[in-house]
């Protein structure tokens, strides 16, 4: 059997608040996180229709469309980036 991880602690408390790409801190209620969660959200539903048997045309459009949104998420997760090109906003 595996190592378990059952506990987890980052011993900066729970204020409400969580930890940026760039070390600042953001409220976890914020439009910000929102965003990050829904990307998120998208992309597992994306790499489930991937996984799925789905013409390789589409899947090809898919995964696309993932790597766009992990470049969004990063962009979201660190103010002041900038990892999403012009090119795939014109595209969307």
């Known amino acids: 059997m595996g190592n378990r991880l059952s506990k987890l602690y980052t011993k900066t408390g729970d204020s409400g608040t ?6 600042s801190r953001t409220e976890k209620v914020s439009p910000r ?6 990307i998120d959200e998208l992309n597992c ?5 991937i996984a799925a048997n ?3 045309s589409m899947q090809t ?6 790597h766009d949104l992990f470049d969004l998420g990063g962009e979201l997760s660190i ?7 012009s090119e795939a906003v014109e595209k969307i």
């Open 18 to 23: 969580t930890g940026l790409g760039d070390g």
């Open 33 to 38: 996180l929102c965003a990050i969660g829904e």
């Open 45 to 49: 539903t994306l790499g489930l229709l």
């Open 54 to 56: 789905i013409p390789e």
């Open 61 to 66: 459009i898919l995964i696309d469309v993932q």
């Open 79 to 85: 103010p002041g980036s900038s990892f999403v090109k």
